[in-house]
């Protein structure tokens, strides 16, 4: 049984590898969730110590840890291309496309990505996997019309080969969960996704949605952490 505290210990060991990546000037995009804030606290500690970076937080929740910690912040807008991203993820495959978005940033997680050199994601060996979709795949949509959306978002899946229901989130109170941009997220449990590809496509021509959870061709290595130490898988 592994205890949580290991969990995060691992979570931790993945962020304090990628620290080897970053370099003097670098401009990051700072990756949000329970691995990220790891990275984001590590790296805190190195720009105490006199390393010059700039970050792109991914996240409102980033945005105010990285100030809080003192980390340098600049924008898109000002610094459009980025050398390094290092993140997250809810589910990694073997060819290193990844489900993220299970804290909801999904949207600003893959803008920064995509305007990054290169990106790396970190977890614990719990979120390696040898098929995507056992995660509920997240996908932003806007609230104007959600029937119309949730339904073909669900034939969409199906025909795709990955069936299966989608929920609106909610937060703790039964409300429904507003990302940082104002949109809703609908989770899509389909346990099994073959061609993740194919099913990226076909959500994303859906009006109505703003962006889904599956990162494709974007993470060039994931760094792994687990009860046999760290390891790295670069994309084949």
Do not use: N, Y
């Not at 990275?39 to 840890?65: H, M, N, Y």
């Not at 019309?145 to 025909?159: C, D, F």
Request: hydrophobic share 50%; net charge negative.
């Amino acid at each position: 049984m592994v205890l949580p505290m290991d969990v995060e210990a691992h979570k931790r060991a993945a962020a304090l590898r990628a620290l080897d990546f970053v370099g003097p000037g670098m401009r990051l995009g700072l990756g949000s969730g329970s691995t990220a804030r790891h990275f984001v606290d590590l790296l805190a500690e190195r720009v105490r110590a006199g390393l010059a970076i700039q970050g792109v937080p991914t996240s409102e929740a980033t945005r105010i840890q990285a100030e809080q910690l003192g980390v340098p912040l600049t924008t898109l807008d000002e610094t459009p291309e980025l050398d390094l991203t290092v993140d997250g993820a809810d589910e990694i495959a073997a060819d290193l496309s990844l489900i993220k978005g299970g804290g909801g940033a999904l949207l600003r997680e893959k803008i920064v990505a995509a305007a990054s050199a290169t990106m790396i994601v970190i977890a614990d060996h719990s979120k390696w996997v040898s098929l995507l979709g056992r995660f509920p795949l997240p996908i932003e949509v806007v609230p104007f019309g959600l029937v119309v959306t949730r339904l073909k978002i669900e034939a969409a899946a199906a025909a795709a080969g990955a069936p299966g229901p989608t929920s609106l989130r909610q937060t703790a109170d039964g409300r429904a969960f507003v990302t940082d941009g104002g949109h809703f997220i609908l989770d899509a449990h389909l346990e099994r996704i073959a061609q993740p590809a194919l099913l990226a496509k076909r959500i994303a021509e859906i009006p109505g949605v703003v962006e889904h959870g599956l990162f494709i061709g974007l993470a060039q290595a994931a760094i792994i952490a687990g009860p046999d130490g760290v390891r790295i898988v670069e994309r084949p």
